[in-house]
Structure formats: structure tokens, C-alpha cells
T-cell receptor
Framework: EAQVTQNPRYLITVTGKKLTVTCSQNMNHEYMSWYRQDPGLGLRQIYYSMNVEVTDKGDVPEGYKVSRKEKRNFPLILESPSPNQTSLYFC?????????????FGPGTRLTVL | GDSVTQMEGPVTLSEEAFLTINCTYTATGYPSLFWYVQYPGEGLQLLLKATKADDKGSNKGFEATYRKETTSFHLEKGSVQVSDSAVYFCAQGGKLIFGQGTELSVKP
């Protein structure tokens, strides 16, 4: 089954404790992206990757890192989480960003930073 | 910069009522337009899309028409069901710029 998977689905942590949220897709997609969803703000892009070893900042990259060592994986790293990073996070992938290319989303990771 | 604006929610309707959720966009050029739906506790699913002016996207009884003149992509459904209760997001472009989402609640 074609899908985007994320782990963990739920995470409660404390300020400053490094964490990684994994994302994997099995559709051989070139493009992958991370978003955070906050009430009243919709989804905002954190980072994206056009291909292996190519990553770039989205609209809200501060406090986050990513890597793209393999085509299928795109982990999101919070080196020193803070309470304002409490949010619902989504990973997505697509063939590209051309006309009509559709992004497929993972199930989400709900992160709470105390 | 490019942006998407949706009507504010929550929207509460009775079953079988007509639904419209307004969406307008600002963009340089003519982006693809999308409606995504998020059911409670789930991720986003593509509901429908349109890639050029006057295109109509449709799925599960929902429709939206790409209107270049009014820079709009309003979502409509003729008769909503309780199972349509969800948050609906309008979005544009390949890298996806989202509106703020509109929560729909349908009562029996």
C-alpha cells in the first residue's frame, strides 16, 4: 500500500531534550516536506527536500533540522525543543512540485513539549 | 506573497443541507488549487484539485471550480452527511500554501 508513515504518533517530552520524528514514504517520491499545524493558522511548512541531499527552509524553520540521506526517509530533528514547538506535525511527499503534483500526507505526530 | 484565505469556521449544518466553503487566493501566475480534508484524529487527504482556469474538481459529491477572474476555488456540496464532519483546507501551488482551515460539523 502506498503510504507515508511517521513515528511516533504521540510524544510528550521536556524542554531541551533532543528528539527525532521519523518519516518514510514507499512511493519513490522526489519531494518531501514537513508541516506544523496550529489552531487558526492552518499548516505551515517547516522544511522541504526536492531530492536526496537537497533540503531547504520553509516558512517556519527556526528550531528544526532535517536530513535527506535516502530518498524514502526525511526525519525531523528538534535539537532543543521548547514549549512553542508543541504542535501537530505532518510529513508529506509527492513526485515533484509541478502542475497537478499531489502531496500525500502521513498520519501526523502530536508533540507536547513541557 | 502568495496566500490562501478561507471562510472562518466552525460551520454547523443540518444533514442534507447545502454546503459552501469560500476560498480565495493570491498568487503570481496560475497555481494548481487543492482541497484537502482532515477527519478527526487523521492526517490530510486530498479531496479534489484543479490545475487550470475553469477546471472543475470533484470527488465524493464535492465540487470546486477554478475561477481565475475572481481568484477563487469555493468548495460546494449539494447535500452534506454527518460523515462529512471534518476540517477542510484550501491550498495552492506545488509546495502547498494552505488556508487556515474550516471546521465543518454536520448534525443529524
Amino acid at each position: 500500500e502506498a503510504q507515508v508513515t511517521q513515528n511516533p504518533r504521540y510524544l510528550i517530552t521536556v524542554t531541551g531534550k533532543k528528539l527525532t520524528v521519523t518519516c518514510s514514504q514507499n512511493m519513490n517520491h522526489e519531494y518531501m516536506s514537513w508541516y506544523r499545524q496550529d489552531p487558526g493558522l492552518g499548516l505551515r511548512q517547516i522544511y522541504y527536500s526536492m531530492n536526496v541531499e537537497v533540503t531547504d527552509k520553509g516558512d517556519v524553520p527556526e528550531g528544526y533540522k532535517v536530513s535527506r540521506k535516502e530518498k524514502r526517509n526525511f526525519p525531523l530533528i528538534l535539537e532543543s525543543p521548547s514549549p512553542n514547538q508543541t504542535s501537530l506535525y505532518f510529513c508529506a511527499s509527492s513526485l515533484g512540485t509541478g502542475i497537478g503534483d499531489t502531496q500525500y500526507f502521513g498520519p501526523g505526530t502530536r508533540l507536547t513539549v513541557l | 506573497g502568495d496566500s490562501v484565505t478561507q471562510m472562518e469556521g466552525p460551520v454547523t449544518l443540518s444533514e442534507e443541507a447545502f454546503l459552501t466553503i469560500n476560498c480565495t487566493y493570491t498568487a503570481t501566475g496560475y497555481p494548481s488549487l487543492f482541497w484537502y480534508v482532515q477527519y478527526p484524529g487523521e492526517g490530510l487527504q486530498l479531496l479534489l484539485k484543479a490545475t487550470k482556469a475553469d477546471d472543475k474538481g470533484s470527488n465524493k459529491g464535492f465540487e470546486a471550480t477554478y475561477r481565475k477572474e475572481t481568484t477563487s476555488f469555493h468548495l460546494e456540496k449539494g447535500s452534506v452527511q454527518v460523515s462529512d464532519s471534518a476540517v477542510y483546507f484550501c491550498a495552492q501551488g506545488g509546495k502547498l500554501i494552505f488556508g487556515q482551515g474550516t471546521e465543518l460539523s454536520v448534525k443529524p
